[in-house]
């Protein structure tokens, strides 16, 4: 995934943050094999200065664990929808997610496509 990266954000020591941290550990031991898959965590409570900043990038709330694609060249970027603030994602919806996202079916230019066409 050629300057694509799976991002995500969750502080460690927030009981939401801590409990998707534990999914996406699950996720990622379940995934070891494959090559493809790299995802970075970031506690964004490490880097309190940046938090404004990547919340205004991404258009992201970052008081809640979030999981994206990010496009490195250009900062766009497409995040996991969370249907429900209250409930995180399980293991096999993160694990679905990241499985699309590989397959190219979930990438940071679908929301391109929307203002393609003149409406002269």
Do not use: C
């Amino acid at each position: 995934m050629d300057g694509i990266h799976i991002v995500a954000f969750a502080e460690e020591d927030d009981p939401d943050g801590f409990e998707f941290l534990e999914i996406l550990k699950d996720v990622a031991r379940d995934n070891t094999e494959n090559p493809d898959l790299s995802i970075l965590w970031i506690d964004p409570e490490d880097f309190p200065l940046l938090i404004p900043y990547w919340e205004k990038t991404f258009n992201i709330d970052l008081s809640r664990p979030q999981i994206g694609v990010v496009n490195v060249t250009d900062a766009d970027s497409v995040w996991l929808e969370m249907v429900d603030e209250d409930d995180l994602p399980s293991m096999e919806e993160l694990e679905e997610w990241i499985e699309d996202v590989l397959a190219g079916e979930i990438n940071t230019e679908d929301d391109n496509d929307d203002n393609d066409e003149d409406d002269d």
